[in-house]
């Protein structure tokens, strides 16, 4: 990254900084890197943003791929962390061991519950079926009104673009209660995506 970044980086974000009701984001994404460098580069600049604006970072806890990468930005810019790992991915995702906080839960459900609870906004970045699921668990309990955290896609290099495309068809078809703006705002950089949460 040629420029570093800085509050100053996201214009406006300055004069709201400390009138936000956010303090912390869940960020799923996948355990490994992808094959494009941006997915690696995004994940790093929001990790470093979440730090300093005073963001406390949820995840999945682990230290591959993108989790790693996310967790690994905010740590570096003395920002607090909090991991939840269900038992059953200790191994396969690499429990990272050098988080403020870190919480083995029973299972993959119980895992979503807590990062759900623990956050104000979840963020969304490229990743495998994992991610997925938990995308769509939460904008579904969004939908049902179980909580009304919003829900933000980093559209790094247009990697949910086909998705995108298929929610607006099942919109276009009437097999949504709502607009999909309604309950998902994407973006494609992470300075576009923290211009708008709050």
Request: net charge negative; aromatic share 10%; proline share 4%.
């Amino acid at each position: 990254m040629d420029n570093p970044l800085t509050l100053a980086s996201i214009p406006g974000k300055l004069d709201r900084y400390f009138h936000m009701k956010i303090e912390a984001v869940a960020v799923f994404c996948g355990s490994k890197p992808g094959l494009h460098p941006i997915y690696a580069q995004h994940a790093a600049e929001l990790g470093k943003f979440i730090a300093i604006l005073g963001y406390k970072l949820v995840y999945g806890g682990g230290n591959r791929g993108l989790m790693g990468t996310v967790a690994n930005a905010v740590l570096m810019n003395d920002g607090k962390v909090m991991g939840v790992m269900p038992k059953i991915l200790v191994d396969w995702e690499q429990q990272h061991e050098s988080l403020s906080e870190l919480a083995i839960v029973p299972d993959m459900h119980s895992r979503k519950k807590m990062m759900y609870d623990l956050c104000d906004a979840a963020i969304i970045l490229p990743g495998g079926f994992g991610t997925l699921d938990e995308l769509f668990e939460m904008v579904t309990w969004n939908q049902l009104k179980i909580h009304d955290k919003k829900i933000y896609i980093l559209n790094s290099n247009g990697f949910y673009k086909h998705l995108l495309g298929h929610l607006k068809q099942m919109e276009k078809d009437g097999f949504l209660y709502e607009g999909v703006a309604e309950r998902i705002i994407v973006c494609d950089t992470p300075v576009e995506l923290f211009n708008k949460i709050g």
